[in-house]
């Protein structure tokens, strides 16, 4: 198998979503490479531009590069699948701040908002959302579990879920659970009807 290696800086934008650019922050060795069946070869990758104030993030892509497909029918009709991988890097800064905040956390017109903020200078992950409704009674009639994703330094997620408006009328309270891989963010919401309805 052959493969196509590239590194690129890993942002995020206003809504949490990735995005890749070009660098040349990174060196890398080999740029291409051959694994013959049941081998092994090694990416060494290195950094020249330096640590900074906040850390640093990017992504290896190793692509497989797929060879030349048969002018035969038979491999014509066939799906190929080519494999590709994106490794994280992260170059710390030379003091790491661990923080984060959940900084709006809201029920409007039947959907739910919450709002994570990395206020530190490295990355963490946020493992998953859970969303737990109750009745006036206590009994929980809402449950949903949002899968995470990384949120890198400085940069803010929102989640957002539905919740049918026959439940959302029945509603007490919604408690919002952010559980990450190195802290756990809470905040429950005191629902009334008013919440609930469409403009």
Known sequence: MTF??????????????DQYLETEDLIYF????MIPAHAERV????????????????????EEIAPPRSESAAEQSQIAIAIRFAVPLFIKPAKE???GELIAAELEQGTLHSTLKNT???HFRINKVQLNGKDASGAEIFEREINGWYLLAGMSRTYSEE????????LQEVEIKILTDQ????????????MCAAP
Request: proline letters at 3%.
């Open 163 to 170: 919740i049918p408006l026959q439940i959302c009328q029945q």
């Open 30 to 33: 080999p740029k291409q490479l």
């Open 183 to 194: 802290n756990n963010f809470e905040r429950t919401i005191h629902v009334d009807s008013d």
């Open 4 to 17: 196509h290696v590239k590194g690129m800086e890993w942002l995020q934008d206003a809504e949490g979503n």
């Open 97 to 99: 701040v661990l923080d």
């Open 43 to 62: 990416v060494r990758v290195g950094n020249k531009g330096g640590m900074g104030a906040r850390e640093k993030t990017y992504r290896l892509f190793i």
């Open 120 to 122: 530190g200078n490295v």
